[in-house]
């Protein structure tokens, strides 16, 4: 008798522990599985020829605080597009379709949230020459 509550004991300890497994590591494998970022032809939405760096954020919004003073230490030139203050912006945001911020475009693509590596990245692919 005591054999079986101990076996019953185990068998849902280990249900538990499989769950809460699966429960901590499926978030993680999704992440790793999503891309960096979107391509596409942006061209739209960039004012000229040499500013080809977008930001669509807010200005509470601590990672849009953090990717302009990422592109303003490089000297990389940007548009600030605020998506609560400006019709510009909140226009553009509605038709990238995103929800979040910061959305950056570089070149041919759209990063969601402020990634270093991947924003060196794009900005390294669209050939600007202080990109890291």
């Known amino acids: ?19 809460l497994g699966i429960g901590l590591i499926a978030p993680q494998l999704f992440k790793a599985f999503k891309p960096a970022y979107r391509t596409g032809d942006y061209s739209a939405y960039y004012p000229d020829a040499n500013t080809r760096v977008v930001v669509y954020g807010t200005e509470t919004c601590p990672y849009c ?7 303003r230490e490089r000297a ?51 050939g600007h020459p202080n990109a890291r």
């Not at 068998?11 to 522990?17: E, H, P, R």
């Open 1 to 19: 008798m005591l054999a079986n509550k101990f076996k019953s004991g185990l068998t849902y300890a280990l249900i538990l522990a499989a769950g």
């Open 76 to 126: 990389i030139p940007f548009i600030d597009r605020d998506v609560d203050n400006s019709d510009q912006g909140q226009r553009d945001f509605a038709v990238l379709g995103k929800r979040v911020v910061p959305v950056i475009l570089v070149g041919d693509r759209l990063l969601t949230g402020f990634n270093k590596t991947h924003l060196d990245a794009a900005l390294a692919k669209a």
């Open 65 to 71: 605080i953090q990717g302009r003073a990422y592109l």
